[in-house]
Nanobody, 128 residues
């Protein structure tokens, strides 16, 4: 059974940084596309960032461009999300997701249905 597990969520102040991690097991990690999503209370789950199998191609949602950086270490089966200059509107449950297939971020990567494997989420709260 595939296991996806996020970690690193915390309560931080506006302007601070945080790094999330996601480990994946029982899946050929180096061949799958990975992404981060987030869901705030009362809102739909939205795509944050996507990274292709090698890490050579990434995509970001407009609200996080220039502040967040997605990366992966295929030797460690681990995905990361470095979040800088955090804002209160970044407060959400953050989810890691994986998808088999081409290994590249599709045009519809930001839609949850594009990914078949999900973690339980890690909470990020940005508040003064």
């Amino acid at each position: 059974q595939v296991q996806v597990k996020e970690s690193g969520g915390d309560l931080v102040h506006p302007g601070e940084s945080l790094k999330l991690s996601c480990t994946v097991s029982r899946l050929p990690f180096s061949k799958v596309v990975m992404a981060w999503f987030r869901q705030a209370p009362g809102k739909e789950r939205e795509g944050v960032s996507c990274i292709n199998w090698s890490g050579g191609s990434t995509s970001y949602a407009d609200p996080v461009k220039g502040r967040f950086t997605i990366s992966r270490d295929n030797a460690k089966n681990t995905l990361y999300l470095q979040m800088n200059s955090l804002k209160p509107e970044d407060t959400a449950m953050y989810y890691c997701a994986a998808a088999r297939g081409s290994g590249y971020c599709s045009a519809s990567w930001s839609r949850p249905r594009a990914f078949g494997y999900w973690g339980q989420g890690t909470q990020v709260t940005v508040s003064s």
